[in-house]
């Protein structure tokens, strides 16, 4: 089992809808979790970044972390063509090993 | 501010050969990061540098595979002997200080083995 695990779509949805991505992972040490939005031969940029249960919000971006059940969610409302891109879920354990542990990504289509 | 430079942007080689491929991180950052992402798949965690040295290269995949940041800024991912699996899009991320720090990514080399 992968530590992280993320459907990889693709997810189409039409203009205005909300959209919901989820990730689940595997180690309870996990303490830091992030959303990155990846256009198309581009890299990965940071959209939201949150360390404790519950939900944060910036804009039409909403981020959703259940530690107990190790389930994190990040929900999209009035989604725009703009929107269509790679969603990235990354873990961080916050420990000595620094590098980010991400899922495979979900491809997203808002069609217009 | 400028982000995150790699170059180049596109590297093709052939099977065998040796590649260096670059990294600029933002100015002032002493973390930095190479992950490997292949077609399909999110980033994979390659090596951390804090400063000069490698704090973590547990990502490596194998001796092959080396990267220096000699003056703490400019990193250099080597790879020798290359392999057609060695295919990817070769990412570089930078942050403040390291540990629980946004990283910014840069855009990437798209490394292609034939």
């Known amino acids: 089992q992968k530590e992280v695990e993320q459907d990889p779509g693709p997810l189409s949805v039409p203009e205005g809808a909300i959209v919901s991505l989820n990730c689940t992972y595997s180690?309870?040490?996990?303490?830091?979790f992030m959303w990155y939005r990846q256009y198309s031969r581009k890299g990965p940029e940071l959209l939201m970044y949150t360390y404790s249960s519950g939900n944060k919000e910036d804009g039409r971006f909403t981020a959703q972390v259940d530690k107990s059940s190790k389930y994190i969610s990040l929900f999209i409302r009035d989604s725009q063509p703009s929107d269509s891109a790679t969603y990235l879920c990354a873990i961080d354990s916050g420990g000595g090993a620094d590098g980010l542990t991400f899922g495979k990504g979900t491809h997203l289509i808002i069609q217009p | 501010g400028a982000g995150v430079s790699q170059t180049p942007s596109n590297k093709v080689t052939e099977k065998g050969k040796y590649v260096e491929l670059r990294c600029d991180p933002i100015s002032g950052h002493t973390a930095l990061y190479w992950y490997r992402q292949s077609l399909g798949q999110g980033p994979e965690f390659l090596i951390y540098?804090?400063?000069?040295?490698?704090?973590?290269d547990s990502g490596l995949p194998n001796d092959r595979f080396f990267a220096v940041r000699p003056e703490g800024s400019v990193s250099t991912l080597k790879i020798q002997r290359t392999e057609r699996g060695d295919s990817a899009v070769y990412l570089c991320?930078?942050?403040?200080?390291?540990?629980?720090?946004?990283?910014?990514f840069g855009p990437g080399t798209r490394l292609t083995v034939l």
């Open positions: 540098f804090q400063g000069t040295g490698a704090a973590d």
């Open positions: 991320a930078s942050s403040i200080s390291g540990a629980k720090d946004t990283q910014y």
């Open positions: 180690n309870s040490a996990f303490q830091y």
